[in-house]
């Protein structure tokens, strides 16, 4: 069987970072992460799923922090008619967090400000009606406009190009944003074959001027949310300090999850951070900012 890959810089510094939660981390991101998956209500309901997966025999439980939100113990969940019929999506469980974090209204008007391939996108059109979704990837935009179509994202409307040359400004906004992807290591075995330190801090780099960028498309008591699938503290309690320290009209909204541990970050109070090992999860970050 094919062994993770972890790069020794990786190993050194996360060893540092964790102390004595080290174990239990590097135990965790070496299994496979859990399946999930999200009901899209523009084309079923929790009801019609279950009662799917129950005449199908497959195993599966509802994550207490949204109806929408399942567990699923199934090999191919891609072979499933409900998903081909883009009656759900498969989203790992702490990438939903973000979005039921922002919570957006139908009377919001929302920016998905990297949104490719659309997995969030999906979310926020199912709890809003009128999102934008812009990603500056000419082959990632391919994804989330099949996802668009698949999942029946007739509220959202996909632009390729650069966040900040979006000149609009929004009640709610997601910014998912680009990063060294240390989650992904529970997904994809290989997937830090291109990690190095060096990589981090050039995401870093681009993550401060999206952050502000976003933050300033903001209306007045706006709210966004910030996340990465990144461990590192560069790509997350630095960002959002460096927008708070930028923007003075900027404050960290604390966040609840049920059935989620949060554990106090005391690098940047009522930011998130989830330890892969507290809810079986990825790697992840979010915070809830809002202008004041």
Not at 4 to 11: G, R, S
Not at 34 to 42: A, G, I, L, R
């Amino acid at each position: 069987m094919q062994q993770t890959f972890f790069p020794n810089e990786f190993l050194s510094k996360y060893k540092t970072f964790c102390g004595n939660d080290w174990t239990d981390f590097f135990t965790t991101i070496r299994e496979k992460q859990p399946k999930s998956f999200w009901v899209n209500s523009n084309k079923s309901n929790p009801k019609e799923i279950e009662a799917f997966m129950q005449k199908n025999k497959i195993t599966f439980k509802k994550y207490p922090f949204s109806y929408q939100a399942y567990f699923i113990d199934y090999q191919k969940p891609g072979d499933l008619k409900v998903f081909k019929e883009g009656k759900i999506s498969m989203q790992e469980k702490a990438a939903m967090l973000p979005v039921l974090a922002l919570a957006p209204t139908k009377k919001d008007y929302v920016l998905d400000a990297c949104a490719s391939p659309g997995m969030k996108t999906i979310q926020l059109s199912n709890m809003s009606q009128n999102v934008l979704a812009v990603d500056v990837n000419s082959t990632r935009v391919k994804s989330l406009l099949h996802n668009k179509e698949a999942y029946g994202l007739k509220n959202v409307k996909v632009m390729r190009t650069d966040v900040r040359n979006v000149k609009e400004t929004f009640d709610k906004i997601m910014l998912d944003a680009p990063c060294s992807s240390e989650g992904l290591v529970r997904k994809r075995k290989e997937a830090l074959k291109g990690w190095s330190q060096k990589l981090v801090l050039s995401k870093a780099k681009a993550q401060k001027n999206l952050i502000l960028s976003c933050f300033d498309m903001l209306k007045p008591h706006g709210e966004m949310v910030y996340a990465t699938c990144s461990f590192a503290k560069e790509e997350n309690e630095d960002i959002v300090n460096f927008l708070l320290e930028k923007r003075e009209d900027a404050q960290i909204v604390p966040v609840k999850m049920v059935g989620i541990k949060v554990r106090e970050n005391k690098w940047c109070p009522n930011s998130v951070r989830l330890w892969p090992q507290d809810n079986d999860t990825q790697q992840f970050f979010f915070a809830k900012i809002k202008k004041i």
